[in-house]
Each structure stands twice: as C-alpha cells, then as structure tokens.
C-alpha cells in the first residue's frame, strides 16, 4: 500500500506565505514526476506545479514568481513553497505521485486527500 499525506494548509491573509508539505510511504520502489494541483470550488482541479526526479520543474502561469515546488527523493517527500498569496488561490490543494510499488512492473498515479488553503482578509 501506498499513502500521500500532504500537511501545511491553513487560513492565510493576502500576500501571505504558507509551505505545504507531501510525503509518500509504503512499499515504493521509485517515483518519477511528483505534481500540485488544486481545485477551487466549482472549478475544475487545476496543474500548480510538477518536479522530475531529476529536479526539473514547470509551474502554471497563475503561480510563477510566487510558488517554489521541491523535493526530497531520500525523503519521498515534495513541498510547495506558496507566497505573495491572492484570494484566487483558495482552494484545495492536492499532491500526486507518479510511482512504482516494490514487486510491481509498472507504475501509476496516486493521489493525496487534500489540504485547504484559504486567503483571505
């Protein structure tokens, strides 16, 4: 079994910062692209940020400049450094792990629970 915890949300005023913080456990083998996404109410779950194994990284244009994604491959963990945050940005926020399971041949996505994140005065 595989598990992605994200941690780190929380109510956050305009032009604030917040670090959201993802780590897998279980039986994994490796992980490739790790990714953020988020979805606002009513909205479709939006692409944030993704970072290789390799730590090549891309981010959405909404958050470039303000958003920092990272990782620990010793760790199993990716981070999101958020700041200069708008009320645009409330949403959930959900970490994604493109991995493979010790004993498996392929590999496959997984998906945190979500953590909100609110901005607001």
């Known amino acids: 079994q595989v598990q992605l915890v994200e941690s780190g949300g929380g109510l956050v005023q305009p032009g604030g910062s917040l670090r959201l913080s993802c780590a897998a456990s279980g039986s994994i083998f490796s992980i490739g692209v790790m990714r953020w996404y988020r979805q606002a109410p009513g909205k479709q779950r939006e692409l944030v940020a993704a970072i290789t194994s390799d730590g090549n990284t891309n981010y959405a244009d909404s958050v470039k400049g303000r958003f920092t994604i990272s990782r620990d491959n010793a760790k199993n963990t990716v981070s999101l450094q958020v700041n200069s945050l708008k009320p645009e940005d409330t949403a959930v926020y959900y970490c994604?792990?493109?991995?493979?399971?010790?004993?498996?041949?392929?590999?496959?996505?997984?998906w945190g629970q979500g953590t909100q994140v609110t901005v607001s005065s």
């Open positions: 994604y792990a493109f991995l493979r399971r010790i004993g498996v041949r392929y590999y496959d996505e997984y």
